[in-house]
T-cell receptor, first 115, second 115 residues
Framework: AQKVTQAQTEISVVEKEDVTLDCVYETRDTTYYLFWYKQPPSGELVFLIRRNSFDEQNEISGRYSWNFQKSTSSFNFTITASQVVDSAVYFCALSDFSNDYKLSFGAGTTVTVRA | GAVVSQHPSRVICKSGTSVKIECRSLDFQATTMFWYRQFPKKSLMLMATSNEGSKATYEQGVEKDKFLINHASLTLSTLTVTSAHPEDSSFYIC???????????FGPGTRLTVL
């Protein structure tokens, strides 16, 4: 069963536009962790954020922000004022007790930022 | 800190040969290491989990005789693709987790091409 759904396959924006990536997860556990990773064309996964299920505070880090809503099981990611260097595949992932805290990745969203 | 390396970064081999990929945690002891496979434009698929000094646990559908995993020390795990065939061509990514951490640090990946 798909535990992490990233409904957007590809998003294309012009530089300086904001872009929001959706992530919906599914778990019956009360303790779990959510992640976002960036995978640029080089292939290396870049860790962006980890959030535990007990911390629903939204977070901002520079141009990145995350909106965690337990009520809708969503953990959305927004890039503000996008830049060409933001072009990459972005993965949302879930780690929960029922899966021995192994990572379940979403299908990924390819973001293309055009100059 | 928390650096994970993989070697080689890229390998091309002939069909029928075996290929070994190394994954090292450079500045921490990795009690658990994970091996993922990623097809082009697809998500990461967990192949197996290995704990130092014990046999790896393979995910359903992964051939353990085809993908040999050894986790001989707290800083090194190896994945050997035996008798490789063109369909084994893929991007292989390892990750390492420290003791009681529940956080995985990813290596840069190895691109395998089997001719």
């Amino acid at each position: 069963a798909q535990k992490v759904t990233q409904a957007q396959t590809e998003i294309s924006v012009v530089e300086k536009e904001d872009v929001t990536l959706d992530c919906v997860y599914e778990t019956r556990d009360t303790t779990y962790y959510l992640f976002w990773y960036k995978q640029p064309p080089s292939g290396e996964l870049v860790f962006l954020i980890r959030r535990n299920s007990f911390d629903e505070q939204n977070e901002i880090s520079g141009r990145y922000s995350w909106n965690f809503q337990k009520s809708t099981s969503s953990f959305n990611f927004t890039i503000t004022a996008s830049q060409v260097v933001d072009s990459a595949v972005y993965f949302c992932a879930l780690s929960d007790f029922s899966n021995d805290y192994k990572l379940s990745f979403g299908a990924g969203t390819t973001v293309t930022v055009r100059a | 800190g928390a650096v994970v390396s993989q070697h080689p970064s890229r390998v091309i081999c002939k069909s029928g040969t075996s290929v070994k990929i190394e994954c090292r945690s450079l500045d921490f002891q990795a009690t658990t290491m994970f091996w993922y496979r990623q097809f082009p434009k697809k998500s990461l698929m967990l192949m197996a989990t290995s704990n130092e000094g014990s046999k790896a646990t393979y995910e359903q559908g992964v051939e353990k005789d085809k993908f040999l995993i050894n986790h001989a020390s707290l800083t090194l795990s190896t994945l050997t693709v035996t008798s490789a065939h063109p369909e084994d061509s893929s991007f292989y990514i390892c990750s390492a987790e420290g003791r009681g951490n529940n956080e995985q640090f990813f290596g840069p990946g190895t691109r395998l091409t089997v001719l």
